[in-house]
């Protein structure tokens, strides 16, 4: 019995890491940030969490793009974020996937104006280049071999409409 639960678990690891390699030529940066709120010791539920990572993703993708997103359909940032923690004694976390944001530089100038605004970040945040998606794609979906089997939060996931999956006419 033991053994299918995990042949079970596995799977689902593999199943996201190719749901995520789907999109890993065009991921060009992964920004880490955490919770906290009064001096770390306040940590949002999950809805708050999705909630302010939603919103950040928005900003951003305003920050890079401003109105250009609504008139052209590649003007958007793709953003796919995995959140760790929170369901054991790890401190949240999310790992966001971001593409198409113009440069490292940009996104670091970005957060270090959104976080003192926002209101569940803590001021730490890491944005680091993906060279290799494949390893980051697996190294992202580890949480669902254990113990968090939504860790890739797809319901807030910002993905152009250019790489969105096509629907099947038949």
């Keep these: 019995?033991?053994?299918?639960?995990?042949?079970?678990?596995?799977?689902?690891?593999?199943?996201?890491?190719?749901?995520?390699?789907?999109?890993?030529?065009w991921m060009d940066y992964m920004l880490t940030i955490t919770f906290g709120r009064n001096n770390?010791?306040?940590?949002?539920?999950?809805?708050?969490?999705?909630k302010q990572v939603r919103?950040?993703?928005?900003?951003?993708?305003?920050?890079?793009?401003?109105?250009?997103?609504r008139k052209n359909e590649k003007c958007n940032v793709l953003c796919i974020p995995v959140f760790e923690g929170g369901t054991d004694i790890k401190r949240i976390h999310t790992h966001i996937l971001l593409g198409n944001v113009k440069s490292d530089v940009e996104v670091r100038r970005f957060m270090q104006g959104y976080i003192p605004r926002s209101y569940w970040l803590a001021p730490d945040f890491d944005?680091?280049?993906?060279?290799?998606a494949d390893g980051a794609c697996w190294y992202l979906s580890k949480e669902l071999n254990t113990i968090n089997d939504a860790a890739i939060a797809w319901d807030i996931a910002a993905i152009p409409k250019p790489l969105r999956p096509r629907k099947s006419t038949t």
Excluded at 57 to 68: Q, T
Excluded at 127 to 132: I, L
Aim: net charge positive; charged share 20%; glycine share 2%.
């Design 1 to 25: 019995m033991t053994s299918k639960y995990l042949a079970q678990k596995t799977t689902l690891q593999h199943a996201s890491a190719r749901m995520l390699n789907r999109y890993a030529p």
């Design 40 to 50: 770390l010791r306040l940590l949002p539920d999950e809805e708050n969490a999705k």
């Design 55 to 69: 919103h950040l993703s928005a900003a951003l993708n305003s920050a890079v793009w401003g109105h250009r997103s």
């Design 127 to 132: 944005v680091r280049p993906v060279n290799m």
